[in-house]
């Protein structure tokens, strides 16, 4: 385990075990930084030591469950939103904790705007973030009779560094 953890306060080891448990690793990883930042520890440091307690702590953590991806738990998820859906998008997020994942949004008229569906991570024995979010998002599609929009179900469709360097020019 890193050497990190010993520099960290009884108190804020609690409080980073508690978010492990919890499955909330970002509140674990900024608990961590939090604390240790001024010592020198970047960021990539602190999510390795978050990632060595879920290691320790193993089975103990209650893994938050999968957004469901059936019809009727989406529809039901879209009709808690204000407005009326006008299609059904899915796109590429990601980030160091959790790789790419895919997430499926309501795209709203009257008024406008979009409202958050699910958001689809790789599971292990199962379809790949893209193929799952383009099912479970056609289907809805259908099921509320509006598009479906999903730019590069296949692979993430990341902008090319140059047109956002291109884009940010004045």
Aim: charge should be negative; aromatic fraction near 6%; glycine fraction near 8%.
């Amino acid at each position: 385990m890193s050497g990190w953890w010993g520099y960290l306060e009884d108190r804020t080891r609690r409080e980073v075990d508690a978010h492990v448990l919890c499955d909330r690793r970002l509140m674990a990883v900024k608990a961590v930084w939090d604390a240790l930042r001024p010592l020198g520890l970047d960021l990539h440091e602190a999510e390795r030591v978050v990632h060595a307690r879920y290691e320790v702590l193993g089975d103990r953590v209650r893994h938050a469950l999968p957004d469901p991806l059936d019809v009727r738990s989406l529809a039901a998820r879209a009709a808690t939103h204000p407005g009326r859906v006008a299609a059904v998008e899915a796109r590429w997020d990601g980030d160091t904790v959790h790789d790419w994942f895919v997430l499926l949004v309501a795209v709203l008229a009257d008024p406008s705007g979009e409202g958050h569906l699910a958001t689809v991570h790789h599971r292990p024995g199962g379809s790949a973030p893209g193929v799952a979010a383009a099912q479970a998002g056609r289907a809805l599609a259908d099921h509320l009779g509006v598009p479906f929009h999903f730019a590069s179900p296949d692979t993430p469709d990341t902008p090319d560094v140059s047109e956002v360097s291109e884009a940010r020019r004045p």
